[in-house]
C-alpha cells in the first residue's frame, strides 16, 4: 500500500508540474489530487522538492542509463546522450518546470551522476590495451562529462529551443573519435 501511495502521489506532482513550475506547487494541492490527507503526505515525503527528488529518481532510472551497454560499446556513449536527450524532449514540460526551480542544480547534479557511468564505460573500453595512469582517465571522463552535462544545462537554459536532433548531431560530430584521441595522447609510453 505504502508503493502505491508514493507512486500517486508521484503521479499527482507530475500531473501538477505538467502545468506549473515546483516551485509553485503545494502539499495541499498535491493531497487534493490524490484524496489523501497531508498525514500520509508527510508520513512519506519532507516535502514537495523530496517528493520531485523521489518521482525524477523513479523515472529517471526507468528511462535512462546509468551505464554503457558493452555490447554496443562502438558508440555506445552517443546512444546514451542520444537516450538523455530523448528522455529531456519527451518530459519537456516536466522538466523545464523543475530546471526553471531552485532544484536546477539538482537535476544536473543527477544527470552528471548517471551519464559518468556511461562516459566511464566508454573510456574504459576503449583503452583496455593501453597504458593510462587513472587520473589521466578520470581528467578524460569529468572533461567530456563537463562538455555534455554544459550542453544539456545550455540547452535548458534556452528552453530547449533547439530541435533534439540539431543538438545531438553537433554533439556527435565534435566528439565522434575525439574519446579515443585524447585518451591515446594520455598513453604512457
Not at 103 to 127: D, P, T, W
Not at 148 to 154: A, E, H, P, S
Not at 161 to 170: A, N
Amino acid at each position: 500500500m505504502a508503493n502505491n501511495t508514493k507512486e500517486a502521489l508521484g503521479e499527482a506532482l507530475k500531473e501538477l508540474l505538467a502545468v506549473k513550475p515546483i516551485d509553485k506547487i503545494t502539499v495541499k494541492e498535491i493531497v487534493e489530487k490524490c484524496g489523501v490527507n497531508r498525514q500520509t503526505f508527510y508520513y512519506h515525503f519532507n516535502d514537495v522538492y523530496d517528493l520531485m527528488e523521489w518521482v525524477f529518481e523513479q523515472d529517471a532510472n526507468c528511462n535512462l542509463p546509468a551505464e554503457i551497454d558493452t555490447s554496443i560499446a562502438e558508440g555506445g556513449w552517443k546512444e546514451c546522450v542520444r537516450t538523455y536527450f530523448q528522455y529531456l524532449v519527451k518530459n519537456k514540460v516536466m522538466v523545464l518546470n523543475i530546471y526553471d526551480s531552485q532544484n536546477r542544480a539538482y537535476m544536473l547534479h543527477y544527470f552528471q551522476k548517471r551519464l559518468r557511468g556511461c562516459i566511464q564505460g566508454y573510456c574504459e573500453i576503449v583503452s583496455r590495451d593501453m597504458s593510462i595512469s587513472w587520473a589521466d582517465m578520470e581528467f578524460v571522463v569529468e572533461f567530456y562529462l563537463s562538455i555534455v552535462i554544459g550542453l544539456i544545462d545550455r540547452w535548458l537554459d534556452n528552453g530547449m529551443e533547439l530541435p533534439p536532433s540539431i543538438t545531438v548531431e553537433k554533439c556527435r560530430v565534435v566528439l565522434e573519435g575525439s574519446i579515443e584521441y585524447l585518451l591515446n595522447r594520455f598513453q604512457i609510453h
